[in-house]
């Protein structure tokens, strides 16, 4: 890095799973969405989209891919 700012960025991916309860996957549920209070709206932190129904839908960019789940692929919390 040079006394002129940054002159390139090297950029890293991730791969991780995602828990959403019993397949409720709508925003509301995954733990990258935070509430604003002060500007009253949720927001992906993983995109930064700011999300008008968090409790209805997912955000247009949301990343995230959900595989077809049968119910031998469902796990439990006992």
């Known amino acids: 890095m040079k006394g ?3 002159t390139y960025y090297t950029w890293g991916h991730l791969e991780m799973e995602v828990p ?5 996957t709508q925003c ?3 733990p ?3 509430n604003e209070d002060s500007l009253k ?3 992906c932190l993983l995109t930064g989209e700011y999300l008008p129904y968090p409790f209805t839908s997912r955000g247009n ?3 995230i891919i959900f595989e ?3 119910d031998e692929d469902i796990s439990t919390a006992d």
């Open 4 to 6: 002129n700012g940054v």
């Open 20 to 24: 959403f309860p019993e397949r409720m």
């Open 28 to 30: 509301q549920w995954c």
């Open 32 to 34: 990258f969405v935070r």
């Open 41 to 43: 709206r949720h927001r």
């Open 61 to 63: 960019q949301c990343p």
């Open 68 to 70: 077809e789940a049968n």
